[in-house]
């Protein structure tokens, strides 16, 4: 295996050399003074002619008459003249593996490194590259490991996406195919004369339109405030009459079933500054949440001022909604049920959608459910005028 | 008696009940439609049509879970199956290889309906 480690050059541990005509004794002393140095190249005119190490100059001078025998002589007489010389360019396992190729009792920390020219750069420890190529080792690890992380992500996000492009598809074809036969049955109608029947289906026809041109707004406003393209405009209003309008329409989607849809206000007027246009788009989206999901009892929708906020909320006696499903509710496409057996129609785009509405007006929407009971969804927004009056 | 063939069109979408039955009565066959998965079984005994549409994606029980219960059952095994859905079409496919019924309709392709339709109960 292949791994990124720094070139030789850049981990050259030491420069310091000395001439291969100094006295022994100078030497010496430059070890006795220098602590740290472990060992000394010997160069002339920029070439290696040697190296010598602590430990083998010390060996040499303590043995006995070592330092007599030896103190005077030059430094070249007691050093390794064969050390191990490798170019600046080579990679570190080469160097490694040559460093412990050596006879045993030659194996020495310290290794020459000279550029293509045969001049002396520099001392290379051992050590140092066994350190740099054991954490070349570790990061590939950890960069493998985050690559794998990767790689996982995307095809999960990849997944949602093909998921998100099924669904989206098959809720746009279901009005689409209702179009296209009720445009069919409108047609053999009027080949065969009978004019009569075209009433019925044309209105059928246009409901299949509306709803497909909803689902469309749907899936461009969810791309629209997922880019942070929405803008805000924010206005006085007052909040009761919109919430009777809502009311009414709400009465219009529930139709004959037995729901008796009310409002619940303290006040006959709430004025507030907010985006009307989005704050109504929020309260038809869970209004006409709740007159999908309810068959029967009560949707009720409300208003009440909460400090420098407003707290507008929708509840009702409907399905309700399991406790393991609501972490998930507000997530695009994923409208709680299994698609393939589900009963109610509907991208699942409405709630994320309605999240992030309520978020782009500085408010949050919370849920209360209990399953086959019904739900309460309620958004706190922020009083904008109330706000500023404060400040 | 009634010569025209039999066709149960099984689908939860009231609209798309409509239109097909409009247009494939308009073709000469004799059209019954049911608004849900439960009860099919029954109704395929009594009626034993010559083909059965189904849709795929249905509240309760899927059109791939009826169709496996459908052709294990003796009474109404011999009766061709169609999955008539608005899914994506390679996903069809391999719903009609996995549960071996006899092929599948695109919703909205009308062409396909009648030619299909026709095929099916050997009127081509």
């Known amino acids: 295996m292949q791994h990124d480690m720094a070139p030789i050059a850049t981990i050259v541990t030491s420069g310091e050399h000395v001439s291969p005509g100094m006295r022994v004794k100078q030497v010496a002393e430059r070890f006795f003074q220098e602590k740290h140095l472990d060992a000394l190249a010997l160069v002339e005119e920029d070439m290696p002619m040697g190296l010598v190490t602590r430990n083998k100059l010390l060996f040499t001078l303590f043995r006995r008459f070592g330092f007599e025998l030896y103190e005077r002589k030059p430094i070249l007489d007691i050093a390794d003249k064969n050390p191990l010389i490798i170019r600046q360019g080579e990679r570190v396992e080469t160097a490694i593996d040559k460093a412990l190729a050596r006879p045993f009792d030659n194996i020495y920390d310290d290794i020459v490194v000279i550029d293509d020219d045969g001049r002396f750069v520099g001392l290379l420890s051992v050590k140092r590259m066994i350190i740099e190529q054991s954490n070349a080792l570790a990061n590939s690890i950890v960069q493998k490991e985050l690559a794998t992380e990767k790689a996982k992500e995307l095809e999960k996000i990849n997944k949602v996406k093909s998921q998100f492009i099924a669904n989206v598809t098959h809720e746009l074809r279901a009005p689409v195919n209702a179009i296209i036969g009720l445009a069919e049955m409108m047609k053999i109608s009027c080949e065969k004369g009978y004019i009569e029947q075209v009433g019925d289906r044309l209105s059928l026809l246009f409901s299949s339109a509306v709803s497909l041109r909803a689902i469309i707004t749907n899936i461009l406003d969810l791309s629209k405030v997922e880019a942070g393209k929405m803008e805000v405009i924010c206005e006085d209003f007052d909040l009761a009459p919109l919430l009777d309008e809502v009311v009414e329409t709400t009465r219009i989607l529930v139709g004959k079933k037995p729901v008796k849809v009310d409002v619940s206000v303290q006040d006959t007027h709430l004025p507030i500054n907010t985006d009307r246009v989005k704050l109504r788009q929020i309260l038809i989206n869970l209004t006409s949440n709740a007159a999908k999901f309810t068959d029967s009892g009560m949707i009720t929708l409300g208003a009440k001022r909460a400090g420098d906020r407003i707290e507008v909320y929708v509840s009702d006696t409907g399905i309700g909604i399991r406790e393991e499903d609501l972490e998930r509710l507000f997530l695009a496409f994923t409208q709680v049920e299994d698609a393939r057996t589900k009963r109610y129609e509907g991208t699942g785009l409405g709630l994320t959608i309605t999240k992030h509405l309520a978020g782009l007006l500085g408010g949050d929407i919370s849920v209360q459910s209990s399953f086959k009971k019904g739900s309460l969804f309620m958004v706190s927004l922020p009083d904008n005028k109330q706000q500023a009056e404060v400040r | ?124």
């Open chain 2, 1 to 124: 008696m009634d010569s025209r063939k039999k066709i149960l069109v099984v689908d939860d979408d009231e609209r798309l009940l409509l239109t097909t039955k409009d247009i494939l009565e308009n073709e000469g066959y004799e059209v019954h439609t049911h608004d849900q998965a439960l009860g099919t079984t029954g109704i395929l005994m009594t009626l034993q049509p010559d083909l059965v549409l189904l849709d795929m994606n249905m509240p309760a029980l899927s059109g791939e879970s009826l169709a496996r219960i459908l052709l294990l059952k003796v009474s109404t095994r011999g009766i061709p199956i169609v999955f008539y859905s608005s899914n994506d079409e390679d996903s069809i496919r391999e719903a009609v290889t996995k549960q071996g019924v006899t092929g599948y309709i695109c919703k909205g392709d009308l062409q396909g309906l009648r030619k299909k339709v026709a095929m099916y109960v050997g009127q081509e």
